[in-house]
């Protein structure tokens, strides 16, 4: 089995930065993929962000210039840097990890962005 932990969510201003941290444990091998999804209230979940095995990465549009996704293959850890947020990047954000055909998720942490 495979365990996610989150951290790093909070209350931050519009125009401010949050950095959100994944640390997955257990059966961690052969990983093609990390990243972060979010969802809001009455809307779908929707992919943020992810980093391949090899190290490519992928924004959603709305993201771009402003996220930055890394991970540190050592601690099997995933990072989000979050800059110039902005009221509708509200959300509770959620990692995931693939690993070969099965995807394992976070609990999810809170992201609220005031304008």
């Known amino acids: 089995q495979v365990q996610l932990v989150e951290s790093g969510g909070g209350l931050v201003q519009a125009g401010g930065s949050l950095r959100l941290s994944c640390a997955a444990s257990g059966s961690v091998f052969s990983i093609n993929a990390m990243g972060w999804h979010r969802q809001t209230p009455g809307k779908q979940r929707e992919p943020v962000a992810v980093?391949?095995?090899?190290?490519?990465?992928s924004y959603v549009d709305s993201v771009k210039g402003r996220f930055t996704i890394s991970r540190d293959n050592g601690k099997n850890t995933v990072y989000l840097q979050m800059n110039m947020l902005k009221p509708e990047d509200t959300a509770v954000y959620y990692c995931?990890?693939?690993?070969?055909?099965?995807?394992?998720w976070g609990q999810g942490t809170q992201v609220t962005v005031s304008s």
């Open positions: 980093i391949l095995g090899p190290g490519g990465t």
């Open positions: 995931y990890v693939r690993i070969r055909t099965n995807t394992y």
